[in-house]
C-alpha cells in the first residue's frame, strides 16, 4: 500500500521524461518507441481497418459455425456446432510495417481484382483511421502496393542542407519523403514553375541563383514586370531583357548561340556539348523566366508577329537547348491553354514539372497535367500558410510533395554579388564560340 503514492510520483516523471526524449531527439524517440508501438497497432487494426475502407473480399471458407438445432420441449433452442462452407471477409496480406524517417511503410499483397488504384483512392480513409498525416501509395510490382504513412507534416519547417558541388545541379528544397530536393539541369533540362502570388515561386528562383552563382555557368534572365525581380541579381547575370523587345532580341541570340554550338558538336562528332573535349566545351546557359504568360499576352494586333516570333525562339532553345548545354527555367502565375499554342507546345518539351499553389484548377492541370490525379488533388490542396510547397515532376519520372528552403531576396543578392566575377559576359558567352568556329575546329 505504501508503494502506491511512490508509483504515483514516478509516473509524470516517466511522462515528462518521454516527452523530454521526443523533444530533443525525435528520431531514436520514433525509432526506439514510437515506430514498435505504431507498427503492433497497425498491425492489431488491419482488419478493422481494411474493412471500414472496402478493402476486404468476400471468400468462401471451412469454417466451424453454430446453427439452430431443435427446439427442446423446455423451450432453449439447442445450437450444433458445424463444419461448412461460409463467406467471410479476408483482408488483403500485410507485411510487417518498417520504420522510415518520417513514419512508416508496409508492403501489402493485393486481394484478387485490386489495382494500386482502389488503395490511392482509399489513401485518405486510411490515413483518418490510422491518424497519421498521410498515406502514399506505390507499387512496386505486381500484385504489391506499399503504403507510406507520414506522422506529420514533415515540411511545416524545412531545414537548409549542404549546397551541392556538381555542376547544373542545385539542392533547392526538402522533399517530403526527406530526401534532398535537387533540381539538376544535366538530368532534367527545362522546367515550368508555377504559382500563384506569394506562393514561392521567387524563393524557388533566388535558390537557383544561390546555388548557381558559385558555378561556372553563364545565367540569363527575362523578366518582364520591368525587371522588378531579376534587376537586383544583375551582377551575375551575362544577359538581362526586362521588356518584350529585349526580350526577343535575347532569344535570338540565344537560338544562334544553340545554331552554332550545333555546329560545333557536329565538326567534332560529338552528340552534346558534354561529349566535347574540355576545352572545346562551352560554359552552359541558364535562361531563368519569371512571368512567363508575359511573353505571350497580346496588348494589340501589332504584337502578334512578335509574340509569334518569340513563342518560337523559346520553344526552340526548349526543344534543342539540353544537347548544347542551353537550359530554361519558366516561372509563371497562369500556365493556361488561352495563352496560344506556343505555351502548350512549350509545356510538352519541359519535362520538370513544379506546381506551388495555385488559384485555378487550370494551371494545376495544365502544369501537372499528365500525372497521376492524386498529384492533381494534392496540389490544389497546398496551404496559403505553407508557401514554397510544391508538387514537383521530374527526375524520376515520380511525383513528390516538396517544400523549397527560404531564400530571401537578400540571401539572392549577396550571392549574386560575391559570385559576379564567375558572370561571363554576353559577349562572351556568344563570341567564344564563333572563334573556335573558324580557327581549332577547321584544323580538327
Ligand atoms: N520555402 C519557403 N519557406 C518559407 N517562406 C517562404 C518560402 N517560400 C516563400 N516564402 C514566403 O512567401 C512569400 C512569397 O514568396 P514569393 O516567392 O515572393 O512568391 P511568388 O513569387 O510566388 O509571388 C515570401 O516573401 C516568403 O516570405
Ligand atoms: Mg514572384
Known amino acids: 500500500m505504501s508503494d502506491l503514492p511512490a508509483w504515483l510520483a514516478v509516473l509524470p516523471l516517466l511522462g515528462v521524461g518521454l516527452w523530454a526524449w521526443r523533444r530533443i531527439h525525435y528520431p531514436s524517440f520514433w525509432l526506439l518507441l514510437g515506430y514498435p508501438l505504431t507498427a503492433i497497432s497497425v498491425r492489431a487494426s488491419w482488419r478493422r481497418v481494411a474493412l471500414g475502407c472496402g478493402l476486404t473480399k468476400k471468400r468462401q471458407r471451412w469454417w466451424f459455425t453454430t446453427v439452430p438445432g431443435l427446439v427442446a420441449s423446455t423451450g432453449i433452442v439447442k445450437v450444433k456446432r458445424r463444419f461448412q462452407r461460409v463467406a467471410v471477409d479476408t483482408k488483403p496480406l500485410m507485411w510487417l510495417p518498417l520504420p522510415t524517417r518520417h513514419g512508416w ?129 544583375a551582377p551575375r547575370l551575362s544577359a538581362l531583357a526586362t521588356c518584350r523587345d529585349e526580350a526577343s532580341r535575347l532569344l535570338d541570340d540565344v537560338v544562334a548561340l544553340m545554331l552554332d554550338r550545333m555546329g560545333v558538336c557536329r565538326q567534332a562528332a560529338a552528340r552534346n556539348v558534354w561529349q566535347l573535349p574540355p576545352a572545346l ?20 494586333k501589332s504584337e502578334k508577329d512578335e509574340i509569334a516570333k518569340t513563342s518560337t525562339a523559346l520553344l526552340r532553345v526548349a526543344q534543342l537547348g539540353r544537347a548544347f548545354g542551353i537550359y530554361l ?43 497521376d490525379p492524386a498529384a492533381l488533388a494534392s496540389a490544389r490542396a497546398i496551404a ?61
Not at 566545351?281 to 494589340?300: G, I, K, Q, W
Request: charged letters at 20%; proline letters at 7%; hydrophobic letters at 40%.
Open 105 to 233: 511503410r508496409v508492403t501489402i499483397h493485393t486481394l484478387e481484382g485490386q489495382t494500386p488504384g482502389d488503395y490511392a483512392d482509399a489513401a485518405e480513409r486510411l490515413a483518418h483511421s490510422w491518424g497519421v498525416h498521410a498515406i502514399r501509395v506505390s507499387s512496386p510490382g505486381p500484385g504489391r502496393v506499399v503504403l507510406a504513412a507520414t506522422m506529420r507534416d514533415p515540411l511545416v519547417t524545412v531545414d537548409q542542407l549542404p549546397p551541392s558541388t556538381d555542376l547544373l545541379k542545385v539542392t533547392v528544397g526538402r522533399l517530403e519523403t526527406g530526401k534532398p530536393w535537387v533540381i539538376d539541369f544535366r538530368t532534367v533540362p527545362h522546367w515550368l514553375n508555377a504559382g500563384a502570388t506569394q506562393s514561392g515561386k521567387s524563393n524557388l528562383a533566388n535558390a537557383l541563383i544561390v546555388g548557381l552563382a558559385p558555378q561556372p555557368v553563364a545565367l540569363v534572365g527575362i523578366d518582364l514586370k520591368g525587371g522588378v525581380e531579376f534587376t537586383p541579381y
Open 384 to 444: 496559403a500558410e505553407t508557401p514554397g510547397v510544391a508538387i514537383v515532376a521530374g527526375q524520376d519520372g515520380q511525383w513528390y510533395r516538396a517544400r523549397s528552403f527560404y531564400v530571401t531576396e537578400q540571401a539572392a543578392e549577396h550571392a549574386a554579388h560575391t559570385h559576379a566575377h564567375l558572370a561571363p559576359s554576353w559577349g562572351e558567352v556568344t563570341a567564344h564560340l564563333s572563334q573556335h568556329d573558324s580557327s581549332e575546329l577547321l584544323d580538327a
Open 281 to 300: 566545351r562551352p560554359v552552359p546557359v541558364v535562361v531563368l523566366v519569371d512571368e512567363l504568360a508575359e511573353l505571350y499576352l497580346m496588348a494589340d
Open 329 to 371: 527555367f519558366c516561372c509563371g502565375q497562369r500556365i493556361g491553354s488561352d495563352l496560344g499554342p506556343g505555351v502548350t507546345a512549350l509545356r510538352a518539351q519541359c519535362s520538370g514539372r513544379i506546381c506551388h499553389r495555385v488559384n485555378d484548377p487550370e494551371t494545376a492541370t495544365m502544369t501537372l497535367g499528365d500525372l
